[in-house]
């Protein structure tokens, strides 16, 4: 059987070689795809923070609901509510109005949507949560402590835009009735 024999460093040679290569197409990379400006005043590209300037906005703030939304208004800037975003419940102003018209419909929560909503804030698991700004209910306890049928929606008593409006009327009208009897 004849004797394989190689020239003694040969594998080395292969591995250099393919080193070689590797740094070669690494830095032509580097010199084809960097941005010109990359570097100049550290290790990003400038334009990178021109580019995040010129993004458009996508929201906005609960004044820029109100001018289009006077009903709304009355009640949201009496009630309790008047801290919270109308964004947070109803997406960006950019899905709605663009260059001061309508171009679309925000979403309006309905039925089962509305309670995972509310309780994204006023769920008492959410331990993490400052109990003397946010208050807090589990469910359906809370159903429970006010004696009725624990399929009710939040908003079936608490006027979302104004939550405690209408435990306050429906109070004085139970005062009321005290007092006549
Ligand atoms: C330029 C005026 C304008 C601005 C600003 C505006 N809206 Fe509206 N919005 C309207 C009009 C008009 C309608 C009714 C559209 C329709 O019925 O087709 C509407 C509809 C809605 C609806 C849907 C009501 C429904 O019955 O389905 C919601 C929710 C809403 N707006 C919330 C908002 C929120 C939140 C903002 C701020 C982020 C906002 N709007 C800003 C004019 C405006
Ligand atoms: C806590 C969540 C929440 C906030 C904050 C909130 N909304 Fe709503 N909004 C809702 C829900 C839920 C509905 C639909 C159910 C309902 O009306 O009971 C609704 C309904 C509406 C409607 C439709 C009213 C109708 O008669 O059909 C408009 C318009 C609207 N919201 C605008 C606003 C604007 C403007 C703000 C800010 C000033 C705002 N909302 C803040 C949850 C919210
Ligand atoms: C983005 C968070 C957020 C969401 C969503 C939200 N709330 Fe609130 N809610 C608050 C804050 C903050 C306050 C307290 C405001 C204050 O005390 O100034 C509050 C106050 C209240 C209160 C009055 C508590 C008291 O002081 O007696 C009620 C009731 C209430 N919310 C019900 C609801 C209902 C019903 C929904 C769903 C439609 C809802 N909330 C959705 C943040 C939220
Ligand atoms: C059957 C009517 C009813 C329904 C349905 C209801 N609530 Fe209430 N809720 C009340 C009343 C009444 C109060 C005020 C209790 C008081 O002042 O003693 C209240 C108080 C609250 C408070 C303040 C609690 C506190 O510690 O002061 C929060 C938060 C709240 N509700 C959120 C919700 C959410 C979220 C839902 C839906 C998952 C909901 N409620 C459904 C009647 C209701």
């Not at 109100?66 to 964004?87: A, D, F, N, Q």
């Not at 679309?104 to 804030?121: H, N, S, V």
């Not at 159903?143 to 939550?163: F, G, M, S, W, Y």
């Amino acid at each position: 059987m004849p004797e394989y024999k190689s020239k003694p460093y040969s594998h080395i040679v292969r591995i250099l070689l393919i080193l070689i290569g590797v740094v070669v197409v690494g830095v032509a990379a580097r010199t084809i795809f960097l941005p010109d400006s990359f570097g100049k005043y550290g290790h990003y590209r400038p334009t990178a923070v021109e580019d995040e300037i010129n993004r458009p906005l996508r929201n906005g703030t609960n004044a820029s609901c109100l001018v289009c939304h006077p009903y709304i208004r009355e009640m949201h800037m009496e009630g309790i509510h008047k801290t919270v975003s109308c964004e947070f419940c109803h997406g960006p102003v950019a899905d709605h109005v663009q260059d001061g018209k309508v171009i679309a419909k925000l979403p309006k929560k309905q039925g089962d949507e509305i309670k995972t909503l509310c309780l994204r804030c006023h769920n008492q698991i959410i331990r993490a949560r400052p109990k003397e700004s946010i208050k807090m209910i589990s469910m359906p306890q809370h159903l429970e402590q006010q004696h009725v049928r624990i399929d009710h929606n939040c908003n079936q008593c608490h006027n979302v835009h104004a939550p405690l409006m209408w435990v306050k009327e429906a109070k004085a009208i139970v005062g009321v009735e005290e007092e006549g009897k």
